[in-house]
């Protein structure tokens, strides 16, 4: 079999690499990092007094995100939160930015719809969860639509909202992968979107004691929940039809990994824990449309077999249906739901 051709956006960001420490990159971009955090520091404060309003919506709020700069595992824990929630019989609605989408205005996700019309990720999230999505900039905007077309909701789970205050939360789940804090430096000298602890909005109903940490790379870190992460052993194509992981590393075709998320390196070492070896693998931008695909596709091994995430499927499918999607399964600890159920029923009517 030939050997991994490696690309060159799969080693990383040199920016994102030059975050882990304080040396010459982070030194010369930390006065960059100063008006960054002067800039956020503002933005909180035009809601701690007022100036800006905070919208409550009347039923549980609870909002995922991170205080670092890309991936982190925010989408996966959504689908965790939504499904467990879902078992305790509540009904749950999400909502989002819509990260990408070409639309304007506040949409509700349909199963049919296009990355281009809502986003990659609240598509993944209609799908596979069949539960009220909706997209808008404005989040307390898109939670009021959604409670206005869906009244029987129960609870609503923001993707990716830690640091937009107009929704006021309840709960805020903080999640943090492998790579931690870093530098604990802002941006750009550092991956922090904002300090640890975080400077909070209690307008916005943050507050210390209702904010669980949880971290996805499975590490027992003191004072945080774990989760632990790994793909599923089937593969899946845009006709449904399935294909085994153990399968595929017995075989003797070549194996193409193509990824556009933050951190597409994660996804290539998490298919070779499995057992494969990749011929070749194709990291793209964050959130890309795949409109360039083809251009990519020529430099690929003859025959080979195309395995991507299961966010950039949707992307991916229309142009190459025959590629596979490898699903994400998390699982954190139990004790990160005994905690998250504890504060929604400690919640004031």
Request: charged share 20%; hydrophobic share 40%.
């Amino acid at each position: 079999m030939a050997p991994a051709r490696p690309n060159p956006a799969e080693t990383g960001s040199w920016l994102r690499r030059s975050w882990q420490t304080r040396g010459l990159v982070s030194a010369m971009l930390w006065p960059l990092s100063l008006v960054y955090g002067a800039v956020g520091a503002m933005h909180r404060q035009l809601y701690r007094s007022g100036i800006r309003s905070v919208t409550r919506v009347g039923i549980p709020v609870i909002v995922v995100g991170n205080v670092t700069a890309g991936g982190g595992g925010k989408t996966p824990t959504v689908m965790e939160i939504t499904t467990h929630l879902r078992g305790r019989g509540l009904r749950v609605g999400v909502v989002s930015r819509g990260y990408g989408r070409r639309t304007s205005g506040c949409v509700e996700v349909q199963p049919d719809d296009s990355s281009d019309t809502c986003g990659d990720e609240p598509l993944l999230l209609r799908r596979t969860l069949d539960i009220p999505v909706f997209v808008h900039a404005n989040r307390a905007h898109a939670a009021q639509t959604l409670l206005a077309r869906h009244p029987d909701t129960q609870v609503i789970v923001c993707d990716d909202g830690l640091q937009h205050y107009g929704l006021y939360r309840d709960i805020e789940v903080c999640v943090i992968d492998a790579e931690g804090f870093g530098n604990k430096r802002l941006l750009p000298a550092g991956p922090m979107r904002q300090h640890w602890p975080p400077a909070l909005v209690h307008s916005a109903g943050q507050d210390a004691t209702r904010t669980l940490l949880l971290h996805t790379a499975g590490a027992a870190w003191p004072g945080r929940f774990s989760a632990h992460r790994r793909l599923a052993t089937q593969l899946t194509d845009a006709n449904g039809q399935t294909r085994a992981m153990i399968a595929l590393a017995e075989g003797s075709q070549p194996i193409v990994a193509i990824a556009a998320i933050a951190k597409p390196e994660a996804f290539f070492a998490m298919l070779r824990l499995q057992g494969l070896t990749l011929a070749y693998t194709l990291a793209l931008p964050d959130h890309d449309d795949f409109s360039q695909f083809a251009r990519h596709a020529s430099a690929f091994p003859f025959g080979a077999v195309l395995i991507c995430t299961q966010k950039d499927a949707a992307k991916l499918w229309p142009q190459c249906p025959q590629a596979l999607a490898a699903v994400l399964e998390q699982r954190s600890e139990p004790a990160f739901f005994q905690a998250l159920d504890a504060l929604l029923q400690a919640r004031p009517a």
